[in-house]
């Protein structure tokens, strides 16, 4: 059973930092493409940052060079460091995968994703 869950949202202060983390079962990290995604009140899901099953690295215009994603296939685990937030970066972030193998920019669509846990609040705020 494919299973994901996220955990590492919180409240922080605008230039703040957090590391999200997303344990997955049921499937491995190294083959799927898997993605961070995020939904602010009002707004439609985006994607924030993507792996590609080629292992290739894909971020969304607003986040590029503040966030980072990676993982560790020995973990089972999906992480997102984001560093200098700001408050547009509020939202609930999602980790989902689609088990197939894709390739290309598009990775991060959301609409390619099947499999997503319940999402994580971050909220940036003075």
């Known amino acids: 059973q494919v299973q994901l869950v996220e955990s590492g949202g919180g409240l922080v202060q605008p230039g703040g930092s957090l590391r999200l983390s997303c344990a997955v079962s049921?499937?491995?990290?190294?083959?799927?493409?898997i993605g961070w995604f995020r939904q602010a009140p009002g707004k439609e899901r985006e994607g924030v940052a993507c792996i590609s099953s080629d292992g290739k690295l894909y971020y969304g215009d607003s986040v590029k060079g503040r966030f980072t994603i990676s993982r560790d296939e020995a973990k089972n685990t999906m992480y997102l460091q984001m560093d200098t937030l700001q408050p547009e970066d509020t939202a609930v972030y999602y980790c989902?995968?689609?088990?197939?193998?894709?390739?290309?920019?598009?990775?991060?669509?959301?609409?390619?994703?099947?499999?997503w846990g319940q999402g994580t609040l971050v909220t940036v705020s003075s």
């Open positions: 989902a995968t689609d088990l197939t193998y894709y390739r290309g920019p598009g990775v991060c669509n959301p609409g390619l994703y099947d499999y």
């Open positions: 049921g499937f491995t990290l190294d083959y799927y493409a």
